[in-house]
């Protein structure tokens, strides 16, 4: 018999996103029915809050999504879209059927992150921010450390981290999450 | 917006009495599940180690099941242990087990793969099995903002308070006056952990004075540098040390209202946070009539969206309210007029942790640790090459020297130290010759280096000092928010002389030209973030000229970084031909 000591939420289920999606704009408004305010300072507090669900959830936010949120928090969609274009999380095209976060923090500099932003440019034509021609992979360049510095150079394609990754192992595991194949863990596993 | 439930069985609590009663039957929960019958079981569970598979091990430990509670519980910080997952039998202390997969948990529970032991989290060996305490990486810590590390299950308001979470809060808001509260932090000397060392208790104490209202208390949790993850664990491992500091801050200011802003770097961290308020709402810590006290406190989340420049307090202030990120001139100073116009006290993430256990203990006790002008303990990350990585708290005071090598255990095999990365984007890096000296908030600045916020970045021979100093500047390129001219041109100017001199087409006066333009920008930009974007460089070429010098004259990058090394080593033609 297990016990559960847990009178608790469950456990925690990182990124929602997957793959390219179009933004259903019903479920737009049903995510903003759960932001509720009491003023318009509250309201205003709200604006990015609300996009960055939006583009968590789709991976983007469409000028339609954007209209929403204006119309839902009183106030107008050049405003929202000021926001969604000086804040890098956002994004206002959709991604590719895949994400990579290729951390760009300064462990990985330091353990060869350049090179594989280089190998994303040479091999598949991509640079930060930007989607494969055959919108498969979509790749952010993170100016901020991913939390697993001790696995440097690290991506997180989709939901998985890769760890040690050279630029060899950058291209099979591109190929891999194209082809829709999910055995990294193993290969992570016989890295220190 | 993305709705964290509260812990249903919990009930609001009406007075001081209602809280002391809550409390003893916490601890006693909290004693009963470590002295009971059943072995108990936790995994730790952090942004790191969720990456190498700890929420597997965590189903797998459910799976295996017996006659065990099983328990979600933070990182420790010990990156290079994770995933762990450390078991309590009956009449023993716990021992920790790690790394493992999920093919080891099974062994593990039944207690036959002592191989995997690290340690156990008690003051005697366990047979064979020495305490953690020893082992290198620990040993020389001072856990005290880290203490629940790894122990409470950060989703746990009743672990949290069994171990002592809001006394603090208790005291400020039945025990002493406001007054005596700002008394003990500005006794503590606390210096702000965002990076510029201000003294906390001067700050509440304006805070206080501030006539205008509502006033509000904003914990800046954003940690945008690449460089650093120690609040993003604080959040992680005891999310309500994070609020009680808060907490206490709204009641000794008199604020009315917290935030607490992250960045949208760590969702990990922001759901425990809100599952802490969440709970402590219920509670009826936080709300209308606080434990009958008549005390108003509310506490909101903000989000930002990965712009870095918003960890900079006004553009912070700016962003809760909906707006662009970019920083404004001062004065008026926050204090007097910050979010919605309001006397607004702004405070890193790690500065409130400290504040708990400061009201508890006593501004003296605290002024006890560290050194004489920078009080208390620091958290730390190491990045780069060195052979353990994690989090670490240690006194303020002790040397690189004992940092690198006495608890991350030096350089890994195959590399050859080259300098230490200090302040982020925002420093320079020192070398060995520094490496005596007792870290603190002002120890490094005559050398270009910083404290900050404590993220150490280790870089070995293979690195290349221009393209290190290129990364650092284009990262502030890349951050500036373009608000005013200096930042915005400067940066960009700076990067493109970079890049002349990595593509063997650098002149010698273009290292007099970065200097002159670094000079321009530190003076004349707007907020910190211009002031100091080309620090690294100029520190960079302070301590690494000869190979700027190498790239210039000789066409050549010794470590084969830099596009020069394509060409040809021709020497010093190439560089006089191309700077005509
Ligand atoms: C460009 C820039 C980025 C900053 N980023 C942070 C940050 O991520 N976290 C932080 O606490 N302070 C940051 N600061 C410092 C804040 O402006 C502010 O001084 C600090 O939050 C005050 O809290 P403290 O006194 O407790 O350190 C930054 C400052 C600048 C100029
Ligand atoms: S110095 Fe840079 S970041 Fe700061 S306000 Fe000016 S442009 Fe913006
Ligand atoms: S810098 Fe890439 S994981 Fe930390």
Known sequence: MVQSNHTHAPRPVPSPYTGR?????????????????????????????????????????????AEIVAEHLGTTTTRVFAILTFYADFRTEPRGHHHMLLCHGMSCYVMGSNKLVQTMKDTYGVADGETTADDQMSVQVANFCLGVCDRSPVVKIDDEYHGHVTPESLTELVNRAIEGKHSMQENEATHG | MVSVKPSEHLTKLNSKDDFLAFREQARQKWDSVWNGSATVVSVGVGSSSIAKGALEVLEQVHQVGGDVIVREVSGNGAFWMEPWVEVKRPGAQPIVYGPLTVDDVAGVIAGDRNDLAVGVRGDAPEGDIRPLNEHHFFQHQNMLLTRNAGVIEPDSIEDAIARGAYDGYFKVLFEISQEEAIHEVTAS??????????????????????????????????????????????????????????????????????????????????????????????????????LGTGKNVAIRVRTGGGAYICGEASALMYSIMGVRGQPRTKPPRSVEEGLWKRPTVANNTETLAN???????????????????????????????SKLHGVVEV???????????????????????????TGGASAGPITENAFERPIDFDSLTDIHGMLGSGGWVLFDEGVCAVDMARYLTAFSRYESCSKCVPCRLGNPALVEILDRIRFGRGSLEDLALIRRTSKHIIELSLCGLGQVAPVPLVAFLDVYEEEFRQHIVDGHCKTGTCPIAARPHVGADLATAAAD
Not at chain 2, 277 to 285: F, P
Not at chain 2, 355 to 383: C, H, N
Not at chain 2, 413 to 418: L, M, S
């Open chain 1, 21 to 65: 999606q179009d933004i259903d704009l019903d479920v737009v408004r049903e995510m903003l029915s759960h932001f509720t305010y009491n003023d318009h300072e509250e309201a205003q507090e709200l604006i990015l809050s609300a996009c960055q669900e939006i583009n968590e959830h789709f991976g983007w936010v469409s000028p339609e999504a």
């Open chain 2, 355 to 385: 504040v708990p256990d400061i009201i508890v203990r006593g501004g003296d006790w605290y002024a006890s640790l560290g050194t004489e002008k920078s009080t208390g303990t620091k958290l730390m990350t190491m990045q780069g090459p």
């Open chain 2, 395 to 421: 006194e303020m005071g002790v040397t690189m020297n004992h940092i690198l090598n006495d608890i991350y255990g030096g350089m890994r095999e195959g590399y050859t130290f080259k300098g230490m990365q």
């Open chain 2, 189 to 290: 000397n606390v210096r702000g952990r965002g990076g510029g060392g201000f003294p906390a208790g001067i700050k509440w104490e304006s805070g206080r004075k501030a006539t205008n209202s509502p006033k509000f208390i904003v914990c800046n949790s954003h940690e945008g540098e690449p460089n650093v993850y120690k609040d993003r664990h604080l959040h992680e491992c005891d999310p309500h040390r994070v609020l009680e500091g808060i907490l206490i801050a709204c009641i000794a200011c008199g604020a009315e209202r917290g935030y607490n802003y992250l960045g949208g770097e760590y969702p990990l961290g922001l759901r425990r946070f809100r599952k802490a308020v969440a709970d402590a709402e219920r509670l009826g810590l936080i709300g209308k009539d606080v």
